[in-house]
C-alpha cells in the first residue's frame, strides 16, 4: 500500500496550477475563433429561416390572389322581397 508523499502532493498541485493556467492561455485563443464561428453559424440559421418565412409568405399572398379572381362576380340584385299575407 502506497503512502501519500508530501513530494507528491506539491507535485499534483503543480500539475493542476499549470494546467489550469494552460487552459486559460489556450481559451484566450481559441475563444474569439469558436465565438465567431458560433455567431455564423446563427446568423446562417436566421436567413434560412427568414427565407422561408417569405417565400411561406409570397404563397399565401398568391393564393388569396388567385382566389380573388377566381370569385365569381355577383349578379345585379334587383331588390328584397317580402311576402305579405291578407287580413281580413
Keep these: 500500500m502506497e503512502m501519500a508523499s ?3 502532493f506539491l507535485r499534483t498541485l503543480v500539475y493542476i496550477v499549470l494546467f489550469y493556467y494552460f487552459f486559460k492561455f489556450l481559451m484566450r485563443l481559441l475563444a474569439p475563433i469558436l465565438i ?3 455567431a455564423q453559424k446563427v446568423h446562417q440559421k436566421m436567413e434560412e429561416q427568414m427565407r422561408k418565412q417569405q417565400q411561406a409568405y409570397q404563397n399565401t399572398q398568391y ?3 388567385t382566389e380573388q379572381k377566381e370569385m365569381p362576380k355577383e349578379k345585379k340584385k334587383v ?4 311576402d305579405f299575407e ?3
Design 86 to 88: 291578407e287580413i281580413e
Design 63 to 65: 393564393s388569396q390572389q
Design 6 to 8: 508530501f513530494t507528491g
Design 36 to 38: 465567431q464561428k458560433t
Design 79 to 82: 331588390g328584397e322581397y317580402v
